[in-house]
C-alpha cells in the first residue's frame, strides 16, 4: 500500500482472533459491521496515537505517528483481509459521503495538494487524519480543563470517557456509513 504521495507504508499489525474448539481452529476477523467493535478499534489506536504524541521522546515520533494514521486509514480498504467491512461498504461509499464533512478543509488545501483527495482512498485517509487532529484536540482541552499532566492514568481515564467513545463512534459510523 502506498500513501497519496507514493510513499511505501508500513505493513498493519494483524488483529486476528481465533476460535478454538476441540473440532477446530477458526480464523476469525473482527466485523466493523459492529458498531461496538468499529469504536473499539478507534479507541486502540487513539491510544497508540496519544502515547506517541504524550510519552514517546524518541526521533521516530513522526513515523510512528504515521504508521498509526495510515494504519488505522488501511482498515478501510476493501482488500484489507485485516477486518471484516460492513455489507456494501466501499472506498467509493465512504469518499463520497466524507467530502461534504471534509470540504472545508478540502477547499483550504492548494489546487495541487486538493488533486491528491481526488482518489477516493486518499479521502478516507484524510478522514482518519482528520479523527485524529480532533482527537489530540480534545484531549488537550481535556487535560487542561482538568488541570493535569498526562500521565497513564490520565489517558486511561480519557479514553474511557462515554463522551469519548461516543464520539469515536461517531467518526466509525461516519466512515463506515
Given at each position: 500500500?502506498?500513501?497519496?504521495?507514493?510513499?511505501?507504508?508500513?505493513?498493519?499489525?494483524?488483529?486476528?482472533?481465533?476460535?478454538?474448539?476441540?473440532?477446530?481452529?477458526?480464523?476469525?476477523?473482527?466485523?466493523?459491521?459492529?458498531?461496538?467493535?468499529?469504536?473499539?478499534?478507534?479507541?486502540?489506536?487513539?491510544?497508540?496515537?496519544?502515547?506517541?504524541?504524550?510519552?514517546?521522546?524518541?526521533?521516530?515520533?513522526?513515523?510512528?505517528?504515521a504508521q498509526i494514521v495510515f494504519g488505522l486509514?488501511?482498515?478501510?480498504?476493501?482488500?484489507?483481509?485485516?477486518?471484516?467491512?460492513?455489507?456494501?461498504?466501499?472506498?467509493?461509499?465512504?469518499?463520497?459521503?466524507?467530502?461534504?464533512?471534509?470540504?472545508?478543509?478540502?477547499?483550504?488545501?492548494?489546487?495541487?495538494?486538493?488533486?491528491?483527495?481526488?482518489?477516493?482512498?486518499?479521502?478516507?485517509?484524510?478522514?482518519?487524519?482528520?479523527?485524529?487532529?480532533?482527537?489530540?484536540?480534545?484531549?488537550?482541552?481535556?487535560?487542561?480543563?482538568?488541570?493535569?499532566?498526562?500521565?497513564?492514568?490520565?489517558?486511561?481515564?480519557?479514553?474511557?470517557?462515554?463522551?469519548?467513545?461516543?464520539?469515536?463512534?461517531?467518526?466509525?459510523?461516519?466512515?463506515?456509513?
Amino acid at each position: 500500500m502506498k500513501d497519496p504521495a507514493g510513499a511505501r507504508l508500513p505493513r498493519v499489525k494483524t488483529l486476528f482472533l481465533y476460535r478454538n474448539d476441540s473440532r477446530s481452529s477458526d480464523l476469525v476477523r473482527p466485523s466493523l459491521s459492529d458498531s461496538t467493535a468499529a469504536a473499539e478499534l478507534f479507541s486502540c489506536a487513539a491510544s497508540d496515537f496519544l502515547h506517541a504524541i504524550y510519552f514517546s521522546r524518541s526521533a521516530d515520533t513522526e513515523e510512528r505517528v504515521a504508521q498509526i494514521v495510515f494504519g488505522l486509514a488501511a482498515l478501510f480498504e476493501e482488500q484489507s483481509g485485516i477486518v471484516e467491512l460492513p455489507a456494501g461498504f466501499t472506498i467509493a461509499g465512504a469518499a463520497k459521503r466524507l467530502k461534504p464533512f471534509l470540504a472545508k478543509r478540502l477547499n483550504a488545501m492548494e489546487p495541487e495538494d486538493r488533486a491528491i483527495f481526488e482518489d477516493d482512498a486518499a479521502v478516507v485517509t484524510l478522514a482518519v487524519n482528520a479523527f485524529f487532529e480532533e482527537l489530540l484536540v480534545r484531549a488537550d482541552a481535556w487535560l487542561e480543563l482538568k488541570g493535569g499532566v498526562m500521565n497513564e492514568e490520565a489517558l486511561h481515564e480519557f479514553l474511557a470517557s462515554s463522551v469519548i467513545h461516543d464520539w469515536m463512534l461517531g467518526w466509525a459510523k461516519r466512515i463506515l456509513g
